[in-house]
């Protein structure tokens, strides 16, 4: 058996078409969806990650704020700017690109976006709202997942799921999302014993810790739906996911790949969720 491969390229850009028609209909308004992003210091991959979300917001219509900072500015300055991008009724959706440098307190630089601009739901309120079932915004990744799952016509109600990995970022919000889909969700993390035990019966299996091709062919139920949220360089500098995903689509019904999977459909529901604040803005 060789698994069906959710290509997340080709859904990105049907999703994306979609949001530019939106994003069309908002600009004959007068509104233009505007999404602010904030980079401290030069990490390498943080500035790729920001360099793609600008160019994506322009090719869907959408209008972009880029800032960069030293890696040593104070945190002052940033706060400053944030409370300035919060007054600014054109701006539609700040995010901060994490992580952040050591002098600075991730979570209160967070909590200072307002609730109203966190496209990428990471302030406690939006946490809060999406525990109760009702999210103002769904963090990105797991709003991808979300639609990758629907687009390969996977059947939650009463699917047994696995998620490996409890970050605030994936793990934890995606569990929410399939537990209010009815699903039966389990999380796995790195104090869990026997993972392959909990692996082994999932009908579908997130794999979200960061650690190479740590989830193996012989882990997977047969049949089960692979989503690997994992991005991962292998010695020879290739990218890779948490899944080994040469033994893994022997054995699964569905999988996604990395590249090409997950990673497109973040930004495209972050683009989702800018244009979602600017039409709350319209009405």
Do not use: W
């Amino acid at each position: 058996m060789t698994a069906k491969i959710i290509d997340g390229n080709a859904l990105s850009a049907e999703v994306r078409g979609q949001l530019a028609e939106r994003a069309a209909v908002l600009k004959a308004k007068g509104i233009t969806p505007c999404l602010a992003a904030i980079l401290v210091g030069e990490d390498p991959a943080s500035a790729v990650y920001v360099r793609n979300k600008v160019a994506a917001c322009e090719k869907a219509g959408m209008r972009s704020i880029k800032d960069v900072y030293a890696v040593d500015v104070d945190p002052a300055v940033v706060f400053a700017r944030i409370a300035e991008l919060n007054a600014d009724p054109s701006v539609h959706g700040i995010l901060v690109q994490l992580p952040l440098p050591k002098h600075f307190d991730s979570a209160a630089v967070l909590e200072s976006i307002s609730p109203e601009k966190d496209v990428d739901g990471f302030h406690a309120e939006n946490v809060g709202a999406l525990m109760q079932g009702s999210p103002r915004f769904i963090p990105c990744t797991p709003y991808g997942v979300m639609k990758m799952l629907e687009s390969a016509n996977v059947p939650l109600k009463g699917a047994e799921v696995v998620i490996v990995g409890r970050s605030n970022i994936v793990g934890k919000p995606m569990a929410m999302l399939l537990l209010a889909q009815s699903c039966t969700v389990t999380i796995c993390h790195s104090q869990s014993k026997d993972l392959a035990f909990h692996t082994r019966r999932a009908d579908i299996l997130v794999a979200a810790v960061g650690r190479a091709k740590m989830i193996t062919g012989d882990m997977i139920k047969p049949g089960a739906t692979v989503i690997d949220v994992g991005i991962n360089r292998t010695a020879e500098g290739k990218l890779c996911g948490d899944v080994d995903f040469e033994s893994a689509k022997e054995v699964a019904g569905v999988i996604t790949p990395v590249p090409g999977g997950v990673g497109p459909m973040t930004i495209t529901m972050l683009l989702a969720n800018t244009l979602e604040a600017a039409e709350r803005c319209a009405k």
